[in-house]
């Protein structure tokens, strides 16, 4: 069985920074395709970030283009949500999710082709 295991996340001023990460762990794979989602108060989970198993491509949604940067590191086996600038509408739970399938870049985006979730984390912005 593969687990995601999620850092914990936490409260930050409007303007600031904060890093999640996640962990696959147990039967996982030396390589996937990362994705972060996110469910604000009120809202359906949206896909946030992907960043693609063969050749590190990097996907955003317009959302948190250029403000958010998403990362790994292939001998640990975890992924990074960099947070910069945020401002109370990031305010939700984070996800991340995993698969082993080269999509294309367009495709990262889909929920549904993700295999293997975190258990999510919280992450507050407000004054």
């Known amino acids: 069985q593969v687990q995601l295991e999620q850092s914990a996340g936490g409260s930050v001023l409007p303007g600031g920074s904060l890093r999640l990460s996640c962990t696959a762990s147990?039967?996982?794979?030396?390589?996937?395709?990362w994705g972060w989602f996110r469910r604000a108060p009120g809202k359906e989970r949206e896909f946030v970030a992907a960043?693609?198993?063969?050749?590190?491509?990097?996907y955003y949604a317009g959302a948190v283009r250029g403000r958010f940067s998403i990362s790994r590191d292939r001998g640990k086996n975890t992924v990074y949500l960099q947070m910069n600038n945020l401002n109370p509408e990031d305010t939700a739970d984070y996800y991340c999710?995993?698969?082993?399938?080269?999509?294309?870049?367009?495709?990262?985006?889909?929920?549904?082709?993700?295999?293997?979730w975190g258990q999510g984390t919280q992450v507050t912005v407000s004054s």
């Open positions: 999710a995993a698969t082993s399938v080269n999509y294309n870049l367009g495709s990262m985006s889909r929920q549904d082709l993700y295999d293997y």
């Open positions: 147990g039967r996982a794979s030396s390589s996937y395709t």
């Open positions: 960043i693609r198993r063969g050749d590190g491509h990097t």
